[in-house]
């Protein structure tokens, strides 16, 4: 099979959420000597993006969007031994959290979900998360950019007190924030000092690739 | 003037027989009025009023009498059935709801099942229906509503929400085993509400939202599984709210087919547009969550009068109240609505 139409094939697969398909295929690929990195980028990660794309349509929602993840994640378990160690340098490090009192956590993960599959390295923190708590994991894992969730009003103030409390420290430029989740906008995000704001985890990317790419307020996004 | 008790309109209006005006209530749950200006007014105060059926059922009686919704909302979390089945809870604080901690299986292949009165006979449960039942010994014309937290949002409380929200896909067998479970409980729980003196029942499901589920998963799982609690209240004799939250537009087919007595929204859909396309629906909402809490009078005032143009069945907060929102704008709210 020529590579491009295995390429298809595979993300085909992945929208489609047919696990034992992509395993077939990903073995595949590797029979024919294709370049593991390649398959993820040109198959596994444009067939999650497609799915992204009709999460954001509303033609997919949650649970599908979580199948073609595992998917995907299945054909990663195939091709991930076989990566060249020079291929597996990430765009970034991001830490990623729901902020304290809040324990709405779908999004969040879906957030994640999208980074790793952008190319980030991430690390999740998890719920119910205290400002200061993002500020030492992010210090401690060296991350690029800290994500900041909630969707309640009422943890709103919690975001700022992240943004204060790198400002204090004199670390504010060493990261980039991102904020979201459903009461959050873009003029929120601005007031609080914020570097970025996405309204849904596949902009989240976007606005990430921009921050660290240029140093200009990705705000409108 | 009012001619009817609070009761016998909130009654009336779940039955589609005529009112006077329209009734101003909450019913607690995920719809928890128990706001923080209220709780330093008399001082019974959360979290410790989840843990005392004193507490609650005081707290639920000032909540009632200071804001002026037309009845006694219990309980005021979302936790009492998730802890029952097994997983942590946080009770947060004076001004943050309690929360699911942990829950307490990963997956639905690793639920651990108990038998089929856990949840009634836990000590949560065994709290709200002491406290219902001294609020309805209260005050007999005020209607008290139990609270039940719908079977996927229990569900989704007890088990991964992400795995679960898969798993409704990929282990199908599975999934509508262990929420056919939860439902069952439910219904127990539903039964010893309404044999304590609850004279509705309203399920909240925010999990089951179109937005979250899409309009298959919601048909195979939220309908179904909201429609046999429904059902089995009604046997019980006892009209049932059902409240959806989020946009509607990926289930408005599926809404028709719930069983409720009244279908409560979110701000964001149209009541009235709801109200033309399904003329039968007992209609109910859906004051802004975010205007009351921010909102200046006028604008409380004005959207009010907005939902009782649009005859509007059981006017409510659209999704409940942030511990914040100041006491004078859910008066502003209910003032308008009385004032009828
Ligand atoms: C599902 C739900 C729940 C579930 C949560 C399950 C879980 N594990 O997450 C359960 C049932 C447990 C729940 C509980 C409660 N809930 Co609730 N819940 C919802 C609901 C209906 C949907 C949220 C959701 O998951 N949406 C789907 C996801 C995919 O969308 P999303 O989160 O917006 O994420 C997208 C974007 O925002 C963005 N994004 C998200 N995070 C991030 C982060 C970054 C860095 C970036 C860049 C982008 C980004 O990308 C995501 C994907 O595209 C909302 C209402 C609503 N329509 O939003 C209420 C809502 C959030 N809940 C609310 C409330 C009040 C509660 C409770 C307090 C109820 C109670 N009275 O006890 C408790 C919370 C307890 C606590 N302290 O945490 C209120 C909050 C009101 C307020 N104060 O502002 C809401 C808004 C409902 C309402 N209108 O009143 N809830």
């Known amino acids: 099979m020529e590579k491009e139409e295995l390429f298809r094939q595979i993300a085909d697969a992945v929208v489609e959420m047919e696990e034992d398909t992509v395993e077939e295929l990903a073995q595949q690929s590797l029979e024919d000597g294709i370049d593991a990195y390649e398959t993820i980028d040109s198959g596994l990660a444009k067939g999650m993006e497609r799915a992204g794309q009709l999460f954001d349509e509303e033609e997919y929602f949650v649970p599908e969007l979580l199948m073609c993840s595992d998917a995907m994640n299945v054909g990663i378990d195939v ?43 991430v690390l999740d923190l998890g719920r119910d998360i205290p400002p200061a708590e993002f500020v030492s994991k992010a210090e401690e894992y060296g991350a690029d950019i800290i994500g900041i969730a909630t969707l309640m009003t009422t943890t709103m103030p919690g975001m700022k007190e992240v943004v204060d409390i ?7 430029d060493k990261f980039k924030v991102i904020v979201g989740g459903g009461p959050i906008s873009p003029a929120f995000a601005k007031k609080i000092g914020a570097d970025g704001y996405a309204r849904n985890a596949a902009d989240a990317v976007k606005v990430a690739e921009k921050l660290l790419s240029n140093t200009d307020l990705a705000l409108g996004a | 003037m009012d001619v009817l008790s609070p009761k016998e309109r909130l009654l009336r209006s779940l039955k589609g027989e005529a009112v006077e005006r329209a009734p101003v209530i909450c019913p607690g749950g995920m719809m928890n009025s128990a706001i923080v ?71 639905v292949k690793d639920v651990i099942y108990k038998e089929d009165d856990a949840l009634v006979k836990s000590d949560r449960a065994g ?35 992400m795995n679960f929200l898969k798993e409704l896909r990929k282990v199908k067998d599975e999934s509508h085993r262990f929420v ?72 408005t087919q599926h809404i028709a087919n719930l069983h409720a007595d009244a279908i409560s929204v979110d701000a964001l859909v149209s009541l009235k547009k709801l109200k033309e396309e399904y003329p039968h629906l007992t209609t109910m909402g859906n004051l802004s969550t975010f205007l009351l809490e921010f909102g200046e009078t006028p604008n409380i005032q004005r959207s009010t009068e907005q939902l009782i143009q649009d005859e509007i069945n059981i006017l409510a907060p659209a999704c409940g109240l942030s511990t914040s929102t100041p006491l004078q704008n859910i008066q502003t709210f209910t003032g308008v609505a009385k004032a009828v």
């Open chain 1, 166 to 172: 790198l400002a204090d420290k004199g670390i504010r």
């Open chain 2, 37 to 107: 200006d209220v709780m330093k007014n008399h001082g019974n105060v959360l979290p410790d009023g989840h843990r005392d059926s004193k507490i609650m059922a005081d707290l639920a009686l000032d909540v009632q009498a200071d804001t002026g919704f037309e009845n006694v909302g219990i309980p005021f979390c979302m936790t009492v059935e998730a802890e029952a089945l097994g997983s942590d809870i946080d009770f947060g604080t004076l001004k943050c709801e309690p929360k699911i901690a942990k829950e307490i299986f990963p997956s």
């Open chain 2, 127 to 161: 709290t709200v229906f002491q406290a219902i039942y001294n609020a309805a010994g209260h005050s007999p014309d005020i209607p008290v509503i139990g609270s039940i937290t719908g079977p996927l949002s229990t569900a989704a409380s007890v088990v991964d929400p």
């Open chain 1, 79 to 121: 091709l991930k031994p076989h990566l060249k160690s020079e291929n597996v340098s990430k765009k970034g490090k991001v830490v990623i959290g729901v902020v304290e009192g809040d324990t709405h956590d779908i999004g969040k993960n879906l957030v994640r979900l999208m980074m790793e599959t952008g190319g980030f390295e």
């Open chain 2, 180 to 251: 056919d479970y939860v439902t069952n409980q439910l219904i127990g729980y539903a039964q010893h509400m309404v044999d304590n003196g609850a004279s509705v029942i309203s399920i909240a499901d925010p999990t089951a939202t179109g937005e979250i589920l899409g309009p298959k998963m919601f048909g195979d799982y939220a309908v179904v599984y909201i429609n046999k609690l429904v059902d089995a209240i009604h046997e019980m004799g006892v009209p049932v709210i059902v409240h959806i939250c989020g946009r509607m537009q990926a289930v």
